[in-house]
C-alpha cells in the first residue's frame, strides 16, 4: 500500500488529491460504497451546507451531465424536501443507465432553461455544472448563465476552474461558497482558484480513508502537523541549536541583516556574517549577539560547526559567483535566493549542489523560463532539474521537494509582498535546517511561520517587522503540531 505520510507524520487531512487521483479514490471507493451511496451523501452534505450559510430563498441548481450534476440533483431535491423553493436547469441529460440519470431521474420539481435570464429571477444558484475534473475550456455562453446569478454556490469547485492547477480553463465566475469532499484539491489553494472558490467547505461523504490509502498522493496542504518544528531540550545550546552563516556583500547590507534577523528570531544559536571587506560596514549597525566575520571564506570554511550557509540576498552575481562554488564544494547545505538566481538567469544547472533554493516568479522565469498555468509541475521540475527543494514564492507558495513531494501554503497576507521579505524567509528557513529539519521540512515550517508571523505583525508592516513575530509564531505552530501529531 502506497505511504502518503511525509516522514511517517500522520497528515493524511492535509492531502490534496488531483481531480485525477480523486478519480482513483473514488473507484477504489465505490468498491466498498455504491456511487449512488457517495452521491446522494455528496448532495446532502451540499443542501446542508447551504441551509447552514443562508436563509431559505428561492433556488435555482444549474446541472451538468456528469456527475457533479448528479451531486446537484439530490441537493435540489434534498432542499426541496425541507421546504426551499428549487427549480433545476440542465445543460445536458446525463448518460443513461448512469447513477447521474438516475438522481435527475428521482426530481420531480420544476424545471427551467438553462439561460442567463433563468438564472437572473433566482435568489442562489448552485454550479453543479462541471466540478474538479473539468477536461474543457468553458465558453462563455455558459459563464453567461453562471455570472447572471446574483448569489453562487459551486460543487466541487467553481465551473472554468481546473481542480489541479487552479487556473481558469475559459471562462469562471466566482463562488461565495464551495462545497468539496473527501479533501481540498489543490486547484482549492492556488491562484485564481483560491479566489473564485470563495470559503470553502470539505464534507465528509463516507469514502472510507482506506481508499484514500490506495493512491499515492504527493501533494499537501502546508500546516503543522505536516512537520515539526525542531525540539529544544533543557540540554540544548547555541551549537546543537544550529549556526546559521550568512555571505553579506557591499552594496546591499540591509538584504543580510534582515535574514540574520530572520534566523535569529526563528531559533538559530548563532547566527554569523561572512562579509570580508565589507565588515567595517555591517559592524556599525550589527545588533548584539550577532557576529560579524571579515577573514576569507576558506578561513570560515574550517569551521565544520557551519553547516548551514545563504548565500544571495544583498549579493552582486559577482559575489554570489565567488563564493555559492566554494560553499557547494565544501558539502555546506547552501540556501540560495536573490543575487543567486541573477547567477543562473537561463542556466539552471549553476544551481546544482544547493540545498533549497527560494525564487520569486520573476526570479523563477529567469532561470527556468516561465511556469505557465500548471505551477506545480514546474516547482517539481525545478526541484528535480537542480536537486533542490524549490520554494516557489507567492500568495500561494510551492513548497516542491526533489522527490517529488509539493506543499501548497495559503497560510499568508499579501502584507507580505515588501522588500527585504524574501530574505527574512531565508533566514527562518536557514535557522530550522541548522537545527536538524530536513530540507523539504524546513522550507514548509519556514514558509508557514513567516506567513503567520505577518499575520500578526499589524497593520501594513515592513520587513523589519517581521522577526519579532516569529518567536510567537513557532510556538503557535508547536501546538497545533501537537494537537496533530501527539
Excluded at 433566482?122 to 474543457?136: E, I, K, M, Q, W
Excluded at 471562462?171 to 472558490?197: N, Q, S
Aim: aromatic share 4%; charged share 20%.
Amino acid at each position: 500500500m502506497p505511504d502518503n505520510q511525509p516522514s511517517g507524520a500522520i497528515a493524511r487531512h492535509l492531502l490534496l488529491p488531483a481531480p485525477a487521483e480523486m478519480a482513483r479514490i473514488d473507484a477504489a471507493a465505490s468498491v466498498h460504497v455504491p456511487v449512488a451511496t457517495l452521491m446522494e451523501s455528496a448532495g446532502r452534505a451540499v443542501a446542508r451546507a447551504i441551509r447552514q450559510h443562508t436563509r431559505p430563498c428561492r433556488v435555482l441548481v444549474l446541472c451538468g451531465p456528469g456527475n457533479n450534476g448528479g451531486d446537484g440533483y439530490v441537493a435540489a431535491r434534498r432542499l426541496a424536501e425541507h421546504g426551499w423553493p428549487v427549480s433545476v436547469a440542465m445543460l445536458a441529460a446525463p448518460r443513461p443507465g448512469g447513477d447521474a440519470a438516475a438522481a435527475a431521474a428521482a426530481w420531480r420539481g420544476p424545471v427551467v432553461p438553462f439561460t442567463a435570464e433563468s438564472a437572473a429571477r433566482f435568489d442562489l444558484v448552485v454550479d453543479a455544472v462541471f466540478g474538479a475534473g473539468l477536461s474543457r475550456d468553458v465558453g462563455a455562453d455558459i459563464a453567461a448563465v453562471l455570472g447572471a446569478a446574483p448569489r453562487l454556490v459551486a460543487i466541487d469547485m467553481p465551473t472554468g476552474v481546473d481542480g489541479a492547477t487552479g487556473a481558469v480553463r475559459g471562462h469562471a465566475v466566482a463562488a461565495e461558497l464551495t462545497v468539496t469532499f473527501c479533501r481540498r484539491k489543490p486547484g482549492h489553494l492556488l491562484l485564481p482558484g483560491r479566489t473564485l472558490c470563495g470559503r470553502v467547505i470539505v464534507a465528509d461523504i463516507g469514502i472510507p480513508e482506506a481508499a484514500v490509502a490506495t493512491v499515492p498522493i504527493r501533494t499537501w496542504h502546508n500546516e503543522p502537523g505536516l512537520w515539526r518544528p525542531p525540539a529544544c531540550g533543557v540540554d540544548s545550546y547555541k551549537y546543537s541549536r544550529g549556526v546559521v552563516s550568512i555571505c553579506g556583500g557591499a552594496e546591499m547590507p540591509g538584504a543580510a541583516r534582515l535574514s540574520a534577523a530572520g534566523a535569529r528570531a526563528a531559533g538559530a544559536g548563532l547566527v554569523r556574517l561572512a562579509v570580508g571587506e565589507s565588515a567595517g560596514i555591517y559592524r556599525m549597525t550589527a545588533p548584539a549577539g550577532l557576529i560579524v566575520d571579515s577573514g576569507p571564506l576558506a578561513q570560515l570554511l574550517e569551521d565544520s560547526r557551519r553547516r548551514t550557509w545563504v548565500c544571495g540576498p544583498g549579493l552582486s552575481v559577482a559575489e554570489v559567483a565567488a563564493t555559492f562554488p566554494a560553499l557547494v564544494r565544501a558539502g555546506r547545505d547552501v540556501i540560495a535566493d536573490a543575487g543567486a538566481f541573477s547567477m543562473a538567469a537561463g542556466a539552471p544547472q549553476r544551481l546544482e549542489g544547493a540545498a533549497i533554493i527560494t525564487p520569486h516568479i520573476g526570479e523563477f522565469s529567469r532561470v527556468f523560463g516561465r511556469p505557465g498555468p500548471d505551477r506545480l509541475t514546474a516547482a517539481r521540475n525545478a526541484a528535480a532539474r537542480t536537486g533542490a527543494v524549490t520554494v516557489l514564492k507567492g500568495p500561494d507558495t510551492i513548497i516542491a521537494s526533489p522527490d517529488g513531494r509539493i506543499a501548497i501554503n495559503d497560510h499568508a497576507t499579501p502584507m507580505l509582498g515588501t522588500a527585504g521579505s524574501g530574505d527574512t524567509l531565508t533566514g527562518i528557513i536557514a535557522a530550522l535546517l541548522a537545527a536538524g529539519m530536513p530540507r523539504w521540512e524546513a522550507a514548509c515550517a519556514g514558509v508557514w511561520l513567516h506567513g503567520d508571523a505577518a499575520l500578526h505583525a499589524g497593520a501594513w508592516p515592513v520587513a523589519e517587522d517581521f522577526d519579532r513575530h516569529v518567536g510567537a509564531a513557532r510556538v503557535r505552530a508547536e501546538a497545533l503540531a501537537q494537537k496533530v501529531l501527539g
